[in-house]
């Protein structure tokens, strides 16, 4: 079980834009961003982000 989630990890950070979400979120800490803020770092449309943090969310890593 451990090696698949991994595995399923890995893959959502596969995504140019998840890696790069994921380390917005990683370096902002505890404290965490508005997403207003993360969506305007990214430069992409609220249903792109949204999709993009669910995975993130659905595999774990969020």
Known sequence: MRLEKAAAQLEALGNPTRLQLYRILVRAGD????VGSVQGR???PSSTLSHHLKRLVDTGLV
Do not use: K
């Not at 404290?31 to 508005?34: M, S, Y």
């Open 31 to 34: 404290d965490g961003l508005a």
């Open 42 to 44: 990214l430069d992409i």
